[in-house]
């Protein structure tokens, strides 16, 4: 009981309400940071990323814990779907790019599939107007590791090629589930391909 108070406590922290997240047909911040896929380390950029195609940007509170390792393996299973409608996904955290590795290559999380990018002074999330909240000592996640960085709240980003946002998905502001967020992200995609003319 006393490993799973840390976590209660997080996930009271990580539903405090939201600022004022960029919403629908607003401009999203291009940003550039190290990342990791399969736990290898390398730079990721917004704007080459989104000359490939759609972008879904997945801030999450830490990896390792219980409700972004649900998201993580969510995104994972359904990377095929991602891939059909052409786009990439990316998890941004306030997590240490040593800890990604690890989380990028976990088989019952990301599982290789994705990469999660390290936002360690929260500046990528504060240019999408998400609110950042410190950490606290004793904090642990899943393996028993303690958590020593800022946490930013649950919000998925559906950004277009022309680096607009067509979609926002905010645990604080809809109560929505970490699966929610994977499967409303795939509904924006599909609705943004109906109505882009061919």
Known sequence: MKRLLPL???SSAIALPALAALKSGEKAPDF???A????????????????????VVYFYPSAFT???????????????????????????????????NDFSKDPEYCAGKFPVASDPDGKIAKSYNLKVMEGKP????????????AFTERTTFVIAPDSKVVATLSSA???ITPQDHVTKSLEALA?????TPM
């Not at 990791?36 to 972008?55: I, W």
Request: aromatic letters at 6%.
């Open 8 to 10: 209660l406590v997080l």
């Open 32 to 34: 550039s940071t190290k």
């Open 36 to 55: 990791s896929l399969a736990g290898k380390e390398f730079n990721f950029s917004l704007k080459d990323a989104l000359k490939k195609g759609p972008v």
């Open 66 to 100: 219980p409700g972004c390792n649900i998201e993580a393996h969510e995104f994972s299973v359904n990377k095929e779907k991602f891939d059909a409608a052409g786009a990439t996904i990316i998890g941004v955290s306030h997590d240490s790019i040593a800890r990604l």
């Open 138 to 149: 004793g904090f642990k996640d899943t393996r028993g590791v303690e958590i020593d960085h």
């Open 173 to 175: 502001d809809d109560k």
């Open 191 to 195: 609705a943004m391909k109906k109505n």
